[in-house]
């Protein structure tokens, strides 16, 4: 058997930092967006534009949202990155259980109705792997619930128009409702954030504690000269 590669630990580190980064850009953002909120339930009143706190409130939020949508695609890549590498490691304990070739871990987040099943499929793949053959069965409520809570705030995302409404709104109630939108969004949001690095790292160390069962392989040395967790037999 092949040996297994050293698990990206490094890799995981950064794809949780942009995703905890992300995550507390979010919930700044969400903050501002309940103190414009708040703001917005008292009459308006005409003031000076310097020091006026409806304008800081607004913007302390455009710029959080540009710094959101920016930690939002450097996790997506970096999750990306670590998934490949995962994917490595996945090949060498159980080569046959991963169900998809690599290409789809790309098109697999862009492809419409791929994008439902296919990474949820990937993730699957490697926790089967991290199994022992009798316990190989794919799913967990872990991986339901983290995948759940990633479609509701893609969904949230794609099928709102909070922003533009927040951007065009004539009156403070129209205003109002677009950012309570925005509100509830940014938990779903945070959700799915926080999920995905408690996914990321239960493979870790599942995987980790799989790979310590593999074999060593040895030059002129078959797999089948060693059980599995067992080292090869001295010549």
């Known amino acids: 058997m ?3 590669g050293k698990l990206p630990r490094g890799q995981a580190r950064f794809a949780c930092g942009a995703l905890a980064a992300f995550a ?3 919930l700044a953002a969400g903050l501002v967006a309940w103190r414009k909120y708040q703001l917005l339930s008292d009459p308006l009143t005409p003031g000076p534009y310097v020091d006026n706190p409806l304008v800081d409130a607004d913007t302390y939020f455009r710029n959080l949202m540009g710094w959101r949508t920016g930690l939002l695609l450097v996790a997506l890549l970096q999750f990306s990155i670590w998934l490949a590498n995962m994917r490595d490691v996945a090949d060498v304990l159980w080569r046959e259980g991963q169900r998809r070739r690599r290409a789809w871990l790309c098109f697999g987040w ?6 439902l099943f296919v990474p949820k499929m990937f993730v699957n793949d490697l926790w089967a792997a991290s199994r022992q053959e009798p316990q190989r069965g794919r799913g967990h409520p872990l991986l339901t619930a983290w995948w759940l809570s990633v479609l509701a705030a893609a969904n949230a995302c794609a099928f709102s128009d909070a922003l533009k409404d927040l951007k065009t709104a004539a009156t403070a109630t129209q205003a109002r409702d677009a950012l309570r939108q925005i509100m509830f969004s940014d938990g779903l949001y945070i959700s799915a954030a926080a999920l995905s690095i408690v996914v990321v790292w239960q493979l870790i160390h599942r995987l980790e504690r799989a790979a310590a069962t593999v074999p060593l392989a040895r030059p002129g040395l078959s797999g089948s000269d060693c059980e599995p967790g067992t080292r090869p037999k001295d010549p």
């Open 2 to 4: 092949a040996a297994v």
């Open 24 to 26: 507390l850009v979010t």
């Open 110 to 115: 862009v492809i419409p109705v791929a994008q």
